[in-house]
T-cell receptor, first 110, second 113 residues
């Protein structure tokens, strides 16, 4: 089967940097995605890594190490609006069925 | 207009009732998905469809059925609702390929009494 582990909750202050880790166990790994979900809202795509290394998109970066079955999402210059839940998800076997982690609830404080 | 719409947005029903949740998309995608989210948890895949004639079970399909009426429409049915199916249900669409973003609808909040 598949399993993904990520911290349940992280707290940080406005302007800081926070890293949300994700470790996974899966067969047929193809890539690791990150989604953001605000309370009461729908998940929205943030980033995707298929190869080892860092992908940067504005204030958000995502990293993948396939050999370690590990990835992280890095959020810089935190803003209050970044308070949300963040999910890592693996895609398998060249298809696009996603298996999601349990989510990390990020609280940004003033 | 939203690319992925779901109806109804909220629904209260009783144990044993049959209900249908509907999803429509205007993105022209072939692939559509139904997920369930329980409070404070991640999303679990119920069913997915890679085209109109291709429907597959996901992780938690028991108690659910689906119908792909057209490329743009994918509905989820609970044949006989039970209280532990109370959850938030999301429809999503994507293009082909593992790297394709999934676009989610706004969700349907279902309460089974």
């Amino acid at each position: 089967g598949q399993s993904l582990e990520q911290p349940s909750e992280v707290t940080a202050v406005e302007g800081a940097i926070v890293q949300i880790n994700c470790t996974y166990q899966t067969s047929g790994f193809y890539g690791l995605s990150w989604y953001q979900q605000h309370d009461g809202g729908a998940p929205t795509f943030l980033s995707y890594n298929a190869l080892d290394g860092l992908e940067e998109t504005g204030r958000f970066s995502s990293f993948l190490s396939r050999s370690d079955s590990y990835g992280y999402l890095l959020l810089q210059e935190l803003q209050m609006k970044d308070s949300a839940s963040y999910f890592c998800a693996v895609s398998r076997n060249a298809g696009n069925m996603l298996t999601f982690g349990g989510g990390t609830r990020l609280m940004v404080k003033p | 207009d939203a690319d992925v719409t779901q109806t109804p947005r909220n629904r209260i029903t009783k144990t044993g009732k049959r209900i249908m949740l509907e999803c429509s998309q205007t993105k022209g995608h072939d692939r559509m998905y139904w997920y369930r989210q329980d409070p404070g948890l991640g999303l679990q895949l119920i069913y997915y469809s890679f085209d109109v004639k291709d429907i597959n079970k996901g992780e938690i399909s028991d108690g659910y059925s689906v119908s792909r009426q057209a490329q743009a429409k994918f509905s989820l049915s609970l044949e006989s609702a039970i209280p532990n199916q109370t959850a938030l249900y999301f429809c999503a669409t994507s293009g082909q390929g593992a790297q394709e973003t999934q676009y989610f609808g706004p969700g349907t909040r279902l309460l089974v009494l």
